[in-house]
C-alpha cells in the first residue's frame, strides 16, 4: 500500500472542498503515488473525491470535439483534459468494486457520449476499454438498450480508427451483456426491441461483410444468440425484426458453409450459429422446407439450403457419436498432451448443436 500521508494529501486535492486547479493536480498526483493495482488505496481516494469534477473535465472535451467537429483539424486537436478525465476513470473502473459504486455509474451516459464522438484513436480504444468493464453492471446495459444506436455509433466509428480485434471484442461483450439482461429482465418490451434493434444491425453487417470480418462476426452472434431463448422473444413489435435476423444470419451461415477448404476452420462455429437460429426461429429457418415439399414450388433454392444444413448436422453428429465411443467422456482416457480442443472433440461437443438443428428440421 501506498505512502499514508501521500494518500491523505491526494484524497484532500480531490475533495469537493479543493478548488478546480487543485482538483486537477490530485489528478495529475494519483498515478504518482498510488500503483493502478493498489485497489485499497484507490478505493479510498474514489470515495473521497468530487468525481464531478471528471464528469466536467469529459464535458469540455465533449464541447472542443462539437465545435471543431467540421473542421478539418478536428481529428489532430489534442483534448488533455478529457485524456485525463479517461486515464483516471480507467484506473478506477479496473477495480469492479470500483466500477459498480454509483458514482461511478453517473459517468456512463458521458463515457458513451465521449466515444461517439472522440475521433482520436488512443481516446476511443480507452473509452471503450472502460465500457467493456462498466457493462458487467446492469446500468451501463440499460444506457445501451434504451439508446442502441450509441453503441452502434461506437463500433461504426471504431473500425476505421481502433484495431479490428479490439472492436469485434468490444462488439462481443456488449451484446453478451445485452442478451443476459435481456433472459434476466425480459418483461421490459422496450429493452427487447432495443436488443433487437442491435442484433438487426449486426446480422445485416454479417451478411454484407466481407473477408475477415464476416468470419469474426460469427462467434459475436453466437455469443450473443446463446443467453436467449424462446421466451424471451415473445414481445410485441418484434417479430418483423426476428425474420430479418434469421434471413441475414442464415444465408450468410450457409455461404461460410459452402465454401472451400480455406474457411474450414470457421465451418463449425457457422453450424453452432444456425443450431441458435433453429433453437430461437425455427419457423423462419426451416419454414420454406414443409411447403416445397408439399409443392415442389419456387422456394427450391431455400429448400437446398435446408438440406445442406440437415446433412451436415447429421454428418458431423455421427462424428461426435464416433468420438464418444472411441473415446468415452467418462473412460478417463485423456492425454494430457493433448490441446482442449482436442478433449473437447474427443468428448463430442457438436452433438448437442447438431440436434438442435435435427429436431428443428422435424
Known amino acids: 500500500m501506498a505512502n499514508r500521508e501521500q494518500i491523505e494529501r491526494c484524497a484532500g486535492l480531490l475533495s469537493s472542498r479543493s478548488t478546480d486547479d487543485e482538483k486537477l493536480a490530485g489528478l495529475l498526483l494519483m498515478p504518482r503515488v498510488v500503483d493502478a493495482k493498489d485497489r485499497e488505496s484507490l478505493e479510498y481516494i474514489f470515495d473521497s473525491m468530487d468525481t464531478k469534477f471528471i464528469e466536467r473535465l469529459m464535458r469540455t472535451g465533449i464541447k472542443q470535439i462539437e465545435t471543431q467537429n467540421n473542421t478539418e483539424a478536428a481529428a489532430a486537436t489534442e483534448l488533455p483534459m478529457l485524456d485525463i478525465a479517461l486515464s483516471v476513470i480507467n484506473v478506477f473502473s479496473s477495480h469492479s468494486t470500483i466500477a459498480t459504486k454509483p458514482k461511478m455509474q453517473d459517468r456512463i451516459p458521458t463515457l458513451f457520449k465521449v466515444a461517439t464522438l472522440v475521433e482520436q484513436p488512443d481516446a476511443l480504444a480507452e473509452a471503450m476499454q472502460i465500457l467493456c468493464r462498466l457493462l458487467a453492471t446492469d446500468t451501463a446495459v440499460q444506457t445501451v438498450l434504451e439508446k442502441p444506436d450509441t453503441l452502434l455509433r461506437i463500433v461504426d466509428s471504431a473500425r476505421s480508427q481502433v484495431e479490428p480485434l479490439e472492436t469485434t471484442r468490444f462488439l462481443d461483450m456488449a451484446l453478451n451483456r445485452c442478451s443476459c439482461y435481456i433472459h434476466e429482465n425480459g418483461s421490459d418490451s422496450s429493452c427487447v426491441k432495443g436488443w433487437a434493434e442491435l442484433l438487426t444491425s449486426t446480422a445485416n453487417a454479417f451478411a454484407s461483410s466481407v473477408g475477415m470480418l464476416k468470419f469474426e ?25 426476428s425474420k430479418d435476423i434469421a434471413s441475414s444470419i442464415g444465408s450468410s451461415c450457409i455461404w461460410v458453409l459452402r465454401q472451400k477448404s480455406e474457411t474450414t476452420q470457421y465451418a463449425d462455429q457457422a453450424l453452432v450459429l444456425y443450431s441458435h437460429l433453429v433453437r430461437l426461429w425455427p419457423e423462419h429457418v426451416f419454414s420454406g422446407n414443409r411447403a416445397v415439399t408439399a409443392s415442389q414450388s419456387q422456394n427450391s433454392q431455400q429448400n437446398k439450403d435446408s438440406e445442406l444444413i440437415l446433412r451436415l448436422a447429421c454428418i458431423e453428429a455421427q462424428a461426435a457419436i464416433d468420438a464418444m465411443m472411441i473415446c468415452p467422456p467418462d473412460s478417463g482416457v485423456v492425454d494430457a498432451e493433448n490441446s482442449a480442443e482436442a478433449a473437447r472433440l474427443a468428448r463430442g461437443w457438436k452433438l448437442p448443436f447438431c440436434a438442435e438443428i435435427i429436431a428443428g428440421w422435424l
Open 217 to 241: 462476426l460469427i462467434p459475436v452472434l453466437a455469443n450473443a444468440l446463446e443467453p436467449i431463448d424462446r421466451a424471451d422473444m415473445d414481445v410485441v413489435g418484434i417479430a418483423d425484426a
